[in-house]
């Protein structure tokens, strides 16, 4: 089991920037792909960010390509979510996730692990 906590999130103003952390702990071996989810009220656990943690190979959502980036720290077993010129549409609770198998995918269901999330507020 590998266990998770995000943090770095906030109340920010549109244009403003954010980083956000997800820290590994436990069976950290076992992670092939880690992933940045967000949910916004009502509505569906979206892909955000992914990184195959062997080899730092990255994939985005398209809303949020060229202003976020995703990165780790394999010693401190930390990826990190770097949010730039944020728009409240960004508005939401970020989870980050892993999954064992090292292929991206964009289905929450492919994730077995999570954390507890994270609120980013964007204000305009």
């Known amino acids: 089991q590998v266990h998770l906590v995000e943090s770095g999130g906030g109340l920010v103003q549109s244009g403003d920037s954010l980083k956000l952390s997800c820290a590994a702990s436990g069976r950290t071996g076992n992670i092939g792909t880690l992933a940045w989810f967000r949910q916004a009220s009502g509505k569906e656990r979206e892909f955000v960010a992914g990184?195959?943690?062997?080899?730092?190979?990255?994939r985005y959502a398209d809303s949020v390509r060229g202003r976020f980036t995703i990165s780790r720290n394999i010693a401190g077993n930390t990826v990190y979510l770097q949010m730039n010129s944020l728009k409240p549409e960004d508005t939401g609770t970020y989870y980050c996730?892993?999954?064992?198998?090292?292929?991206?995918?964009?289905?929450?269901?492919?994730?077995?692990?999570w954390g507890q999330g994270t609120q980013v507020t964007v204000s305009s």
């Open positions: 996730g892993v999954r064992r198998l090292r292929m991206m995918s964009l289905n929450a269901a492919d994730f077995s692990s």
């Open positions: 990184i195959l943690w062997g080899d730092s190979l990255s």
